[in-house]
């Protein structure tokens, strides 16, 4: 049984996790579609206009694979097989690091402990009488 911390986290916190809004929804018109890679659940309504995702986990777009990406933009009509082969050139999925250990800090970034190059002769202030 859920705790009263999932359920309030359902109520006031979407990023978590479905909405109770979402879940009646899809109980009353979701036709589910299939599943990724991620446990994420993919449905739409009978007639195919709308379409949308009950994520497994935090609720970041960036979560949804590229062959269920365009299923979900109308970009293709029909849902990715369960069966597609990775292509050699595609790379494994990263999710959004931003805001964690893992994001990228540039060379000279201030969170990567790094010291900036001193500005060379190449720039001039901007001066309102000049």
Same mark, same amino acid.
């Given at each position: 049984?859920?705790?009263?911390? +999932?359920? @309030?986290? @359902?109520?006031?916190? *979407? *990023?978590? &996790?479905?909405?109770?809004? +979402?879940?009646?929804? +899809?109980?009353?018109?979701?036709?589910?579609?299939?599943? !990724?890679?991620?446990?994420? =659940?993919?449905?739409? +309504?009978? $007639?195919?206009?709308?379409?949308?995702?009950?994520?497994?986990?935090?609720?970041?777009?960036?979560?949804?694979?590229?062959?269920?990406?365009?299923?979900? &933009? &109308?970009?293709? $009509?029909?849902? #990715?097989?369960?069966? @597609?082969?990775?292509?050699?050139?595609?790379? !494994?999925?990263? #999710?959004?690091?931003?805001?964690?250990?893992?994001?990228? &800090?540039?060379?000279?970034?201030?969170? =990567?402990?790094?010291? =900036?190059? #001193?500005?060379?002769?190449?720039?001039?202030?901007?001066?309102?009488?000049?």
């Amino acid at each position: 049984m859920a705790s009263v911390w +999932t359920y @309030m986290k @359902m109520v006031f916190g *979407w *990023w978590n &996790h479905a909405t109770y809004g +979402t879940l009646l929804y +899809t109980a009353r018109k979701g036709v589910p579609v299939g599943t !990724d890679s991620f446990g994420n =659940r993919y449905y739409q +309504t009978a $007639d195919g206009k709308r379409r949308w995702v009950l994520y497994n986990g935090t609720v970041e777009g960036s979560r949804v694979p590229a062959e269920w990406h365009l299923w979900m &933009h &109308h970009t293709v $009509d029909t849902p #990715p097989a369960a069966d @597609m082969t990775k292509k050699s050139w595609e790379q !494994d999925f990263l #999710p959004n690091l931003s805001g964690t250990e893992g994001a990228y &800090h540039p060379k000279g970034s201030l969170v =990567r402990g790094g010291v =900036r190059a #001193p500005a060379t002769g190449d720039y001039e202030s901007w001066s309102p009488n000049a």
